[in-house]
């Protein structure tokens, strides 16, 4: 049975050597419905902007919340 073939899969890859040069990965990948989209080297970072507009903030305002919490739980 082919784990993906009705529902493919999408396989989002940077595009570092030892990832996009292994025939039999991609062999592998190709008979069980995965799809492989290798990145371009070195611009990952530029691709990742969920990570830097939302959930860097979102951590950073999520910690703060936390302190205030704690301080405010251990003081009781």
């Known amino acids: 049975m082919k784990l993906s073939t009705i529902n493919p899969i999408i396989l989002t890859l940077d595009g570092h ?20 989209v290798c990145l371009s080297p070195h611009s990952t970072h530029k691709l990742q902007l969920l990570r830097f507009l939302f959930m860097q903030p979102l951590k950073t305002y999520h910690a703060q919340d936390l302190e205030i919490w704690l301080k405010k739980t251990i003081q009781t």
Request: glycine letters at 4%.
């Open 17 to 36: 050597y030892s990832h996009s040069r292994n025939i039999e990965v991609i062999d592998c990948d190709r008979k069980n419905g995965v799809h492989i």
